[in-house]
Every structure is written in C-alpha cells, then in structure tokens.
C-alpha cells in the first residue's frame, strides 16, 4: 500500500451502519472522506488496490462476500485507518460501534435480531 502524501491528513472512512458485527443480509456503506479536492478516490481490500472503483462510497453486501479490511485515500489525502467489516450468520448478535474508543469513552452495546 502506498504512503501517505508529504504532510497530507489521513482520509476518514464511514461506516454505515455504524455496528460490528453486521448480519450478513445487511449491506453496509463506506464513505471516503477527505479535502474536497477533485480527482478519483482510491480504494482498498485486504491491503490490494482496487481499481474497479473510484466512486467515494461503496456498498458492501454481506450475503456476497466473507470478512475483509477496507482503506481508501481520497484525492489530496493520505490512505485511512483500516475498517475491518465482520458478516456474521447467527440470529441474536451483540453489537458494539465499529470506530475506535479510547479509554474512558463510554461504550454503546446493541443486541439485534
């Protein structure tokens, strides 16, 4: 994977829904956020560049894919943090938001079936 431009801010990858682990009939949305400035946004599976894309958003569909980390640079930005999606077949899950805590933050769980 490439580095991160000279001085550039990381992009910010979105998630939606924000949850993990996701049931694999759901589909998620990752959005690439950066500068705003024009170009193709760069996206990546599994630390491989995927040159099929260069829309800022894709979805993600459980039912056809298995568990995978995603990255994406959007012009003018450096590569994002990894968002790792984890599709899940069971009925009852326990979900916990899929962006980072730092300690002290409070904790959201879900159940969902």
Not at 89 to 106: H, R, T, V, Y
Request: aromatic residues 8%.
């Amino acid at each position: 994977v490439p580095c991160h431009p000279a001085g550039a801010q990381p992009s910010q990858l979105i998630q939606n829904p924000p949850w993990t682990p996701v049931f694999r009939t759901e589909t998620v949305t990752l959005t690439c956020q950066g500068p705003g400035v024009p170009g193709p946004t760069e996206w990546y599976i599994n630390e491989q560049l995927w040159p099929k894309v260069q829309s800022d958003r894709i979805n993600i569909y459980g039912h056809n894919t298995e568990s995978n980390s995603y990255q994406c640079r959007s012009p003018g930005a450096g590569l994002s943090p990894t968002v790792t999606l984890r599709f899940s077949n069971d009925w009852l899950m326990l979900q916990m938001p899929a962006q980072a805590l730092l300690e002290g933050d409070a904790l959201q769980l879900r159940c969902q079936v």
